[in-house]
């Protein structure tokens, strides 16, 4: 069976972004393909992050995965720190990869002018660890957002390159395009993210949803209540996009054009079709939160077939580069 595999990282709390992104097609392709899902907290380790509140992410994280219908029974669910290999095969594929490749990472950039006090050398090999997330479970469908991308086709050009050295070994990922590959945050103009107190928390009640809301940019030719807008340029009808039943889109489209329809209107009915999805994900979790010991259960089965797979890659691996004797059959001295 074809595997698929992605990560997110436990770098504070999931917002709709990441629910769209990456959790919505992640319980589609559990139905179509092997599916390995990660808690990557070594790459959250580049933020440096206060340890508890490190470990208390991973659990939240997990919660929002499994509430948003990641099946464990389907999907193998673990945290990256629980298998060894990804660190192994990441200081492998390193030494296979020209800085030059890394120095192109237009991550690596808007990443380190967020955090100009702590530019450290895994912020930059992040790609590289990345890498091996997918390759360790020769993963050859990879969802990815728009600003992974570049390191997908960094990732293809390792394997290639792996291939090309040491004998073909390692399939090649092909990208998986999200249906909402850039969810933008409440400022209207960057990315929402975890870290940019720019989002909308999956996990926030309705109240608290509206509340964000009213502060959401929207279009700015409505001043006022009165003046016309232009809902193609407007963040918060973007959201409805995803969240809005055609006919009210349509409804609201017109009233925003006409003026019929205020801004406030506008976010109060997108706050409601926001809660028909974040309501049930609100309420699993919840139910999760009074079982930690199914939750630990969960991860421990998780990370088990996570090292039982990762372990046949590395061995192969080993093999290739000469670590250790080459596999049986393998052609390789
Ligand atoms: N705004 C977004 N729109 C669409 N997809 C998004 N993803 C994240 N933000 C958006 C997708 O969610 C998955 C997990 O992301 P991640 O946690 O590994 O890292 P990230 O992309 O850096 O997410 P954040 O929220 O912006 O985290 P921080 O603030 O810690 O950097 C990925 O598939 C990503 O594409």
Same mark, same amino acid.
């Given at each position: 069976?074809?595997?698929?595999? !992605?990560?997110?990282?436990?770098?504070?709390?999931? %917002?709709?972004?990441?629910?769209?992104?990456?959790?919505?097609?992640w319980?589609?392709l @559990? @139905?179509?393909?092997?599916?390995?899902?990660?808690?990557?907290?070594?790459h959250?380790?580049?933020q440096?992050?206060?340890p508890?509140?490190l470990?208390r992410?991973?659990?939240?994280?997990?919660?929002?995965?499994l509430?948003?219908g990641?099946?464990?029974?389907?999907? /193998?669910?673990?945290v990256?720190?629980?298998?060894?290999q %990804?660190?192994?095969?990441a200081?492998i594929? !390193?030494?296979?990869t020209?800085?030059?490749?890394?120095?192109? &990472?237009t @991550?690596?950039k808007?990443?380190?002018?967020n955090?100009?006090?702590?530019?450290n050398?895994?912020?930059?090999?992040?790609?590289?660890l +990345?890498?091996a997330?997918?390759?360790?479970?020769r993963a =050859?469908r990879v969802p990815?957002?728009?600003d992974?991308?570049?390191?997908?086709?960094?990732?293809?050009?390792?394997?290639?390159?792996?291939? %090309?050295v040491y004998?073909d070994?390692?399939?090649?990922?092909?990208?998986v395009?999200?249906?909402?590959?850039r969810? &933008?945050g409440?400022?209207?103009?960057?990315?929402m993210s *975890? !870290?940019?107190?720019n989002?909308?928390?999956?996990f926030? /009640?309705?109240? =608290?949803t509206?509340q *964000?809301?009213?502060g959401a940019?929207t279009?700015?030719?409505r001043?006022?209540?009165?003046?016309?807008?232009?809902?193609?340029?407007?963040?918060?009808?973007?959201w409805?996009?995803?969240?809005?039943?055609?006919? +009210?889109?349509?409804?609201?489209d017109?009233?925003c054009r006409?003026?019929?329809?205020?801004?406030?209107?506008?976010?109060?009915m997108?706050a409601?079709?926001l809660?028909?999805?974040?309501?049930?994900?609100?309420?699993?979790a919840?139910?999760?939160?009074?079982?930690?010991q199914r939750l630990?259960?969960?991860?421990?089965?998780g990370?088990a077939?996570?090292?039982?797979a990762a372990?046949?890659?590395?061995?192969?691996?080993?093999?290739?580069i000469?670590?250790?004797?080459?596999?049986?059959g393998?052609? @390789?001295?």
């Amino acid at each position: 069976m074809v595997r698929t595999m !992605s990560g997110i990282q436990p770098t504070g709390n999931l %917002h709709i972004g990441n629910y769209l992104g990456a959790l919505v097609n992640w319980v589609a392709l @559990q @139905q179509q393909y092997e599916a390995f899902f990660c808690v990557v907290d070594l790459h959250a380790l580049t933020q440096r992050p206060d340890p508890v509140a490190l470990r208390r992410a991973v659990r939240e994280v997990t919660i929002g995965i499994l509430a948003s219908g990641v099946d464990p029974d389907r999907a /193998t669910l673990f945290v990256q720190s629980h298998v060894p290999q %990804h660190a192994e095969l990441a200081w492998i594929l !390193s030494c296979l990869t020209p800085l030059g490749d890394l120095n192109r &990472m237009t @991550q690596f950039k808007d990443k380190s002018g967020n955090q100009p006090e702590n530019i450290n050398a895994g912020l930059f090999t992040y790609p590289i660890l +990345q890498t091996a997330d997918i390759v360790l479970y020769r993963a =050859e469908r990879v969802p990815v957002g728009e600003d992974q991308e570049q390191h997908l086709e960094l990732a293809r050009e390792t394997v290639r390159r792996f291939n %090309h050295v040491y004998g073909d070994t390692l399939p090649e990922p092909q990208v998986v395009k999200s249906h909402a590959p850039r969810v &933008m945050g409440l400022d209207g103009e960057t990315k929402m993210s *975890k !870290s940019r107190n720019n989002e909308i928390g999956l996990f926030e /009640t309705a109240e =608290e949803t509206l509340q *964000k809301l009213r502060g959401a940019k929207t279009d700015p030719a409505r001043l006022r209540r009165s003046d016309p807008g232009n809902p193609e340029v407007c963040n918060v009808f973007a959201w409805h996009g995803f969240f809005t039943p055609a006919a +009210q889109r349509a409804e609201i489209d017109a009233g925003c054009r006409s003026a019929g329809l205020g801004c406030v209107d506008c976010k109060k009915m997108l706050a409601a079709n926001l809660e028909q999805v974040k309501g049930p994900i609100r309420e699993r979790a919840a139910v999760l939160r009074e079982h930690p010991q199914r939750l630990d259960e969960i991860l421990a089965a998780g990370a088990a077939k996570a090292r039982a797979a990762a372990e046949v890659t590395m061995e192969l691996v080993r093999g290739r580069i000469g670590l250790r004797a080459a596999a049986a059959g393998s052609g @390789q001295p």
